[in-house]
């Protein structure tokens, strides 16, 4: 028999037999997958599937931060309706864009970061690129010091910090530990407690901020609390890692809430910054943000940048045009950019008059419980305060949904919602 026989007849021997009822699950060879365990479900996105499936006409979802309208309806910022406008005139392209971005908008997108009058920008020493927005931004800082870091190759996240860091990181090749951030008693920042440890972890650890509107606590350092935490991190030689997903959003002023960064620049240090556009310009699904390490040199920056693209292009080649072209237009036109700072400081507020209308609503329910932080707290978010079984009770009884950390996002609230929102709160915890 031929060698081309033997191998027809082996291979038909060992070909599980389907008729015409038979399936792919009834078949006799094991699967490659068999030992794939069933993975936790997100603790943000998560929430959005049970949301989904709950037949409760009266459902609250309060669980991923975007931005919703008074009348609970996805909003499209006028600024970028101009930009989509000019960006179909202009009838481009759909070649590749070059593997670091589009040149034009890594400009605005930085020069949004840094300021337009920064020394940085002005001798040439930012390593900035496009990238699939805020979380692919921290995903190619993250790559990126994973190969080429030579401090102590941790990172250090606030306690507590937006679910997705410890992934990142950990998918990036680097261990993640906490720092110490948060005083349930105070409701506010331990600045004690995390400034001991920023000065206790080991020298050159690289650590995680949030630039401002911390994530899930809504509780941001003080100018001089972050002024301390500069010259701490200057003594230690740690490596400052900004996470900047909601500048605007927190003050309704882009510049103010890009002060703890620029600051840090200004006292010498190098940094990364991660930029997100899904939240101050509304455009969640276009994946659209920006990437920087500063640099102490052009050739750094040259290098840097060659090394960086080797990443990106290994991780998806190059980004996508359509966000990256709605963002130079707005930033890059001072007309339709004055509209932007009109949109966002709209954003802003309505979130603020959110937390004010909250407690009062809380107040006319019953509640004698302190819900003062809830307007103390700036951003996207409130850290409610509710216990892990009051979240429970509060999804199972009345289908109000947020994250298992009681965190809500205020600006899922408006007039359809709130008053049962605060009704459902206060019997949770009264
Ligand atoms: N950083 C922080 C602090 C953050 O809250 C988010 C998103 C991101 C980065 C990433 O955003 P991107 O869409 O990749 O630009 N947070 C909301 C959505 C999410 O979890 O992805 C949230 O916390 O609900």
Redesign the pocket.
Known sequence: MSAIKKSKLLSLKHFPKRGLVGSFSSCCKPSVFGHVEQGPA?P??GVAEAFKADKNPKKVML????YRSDDGKPYVLPCVRKAEEIVYKKCGNHEYLPIAGMPEFNKVAVELALGKDSCILKEGLNMTVQS???????RLGAAFLGMFYKGNKEAYISNP?????RNVFLHSGIPWKYYTYYDPKTIGLDFKGMSENLCCIPDESIVVF?AV????TGVDPTPEQWKAFSQICMQKKHFPFF????QGFASGDPERDAKAVRMFIDDGHQVAV?Q????NMGL?GE???AFTFTCRSKEEVAKVLSQMKIVIRAMYSNPPTFGARLITEILGNPELKCLWLQDVKCLADRIMSCRQKLVEALKKEGSKKDWSHITNQIG??SFTGLKPEEVKKIIKEFAVYM?ADG?I?IASLGSPNIDYVAKAMHAVTK
């Not at 669980?63 to 975007?66: E, L, R, S």
């Not at 699939?132 to 921290?138: D, E, F, K, P, V």
């Not at 910090?161 to 860091?165: C, D, E, L, P, S």
């Not at 996470?243 to 909601?246: H, K, Q």
């Open positions: 997100d943000i996105f669980g991923v931060g975007a699939l927005s805020g979380t692919g931004a921290i910090t937006w679910g997705n860091h949030h509107s911390h994530n899930p996470d900047m997903a909601y991660a997100s556009f899904a939240k969640y994946r659209i943000g996207m978010f994250t965190r996002s």
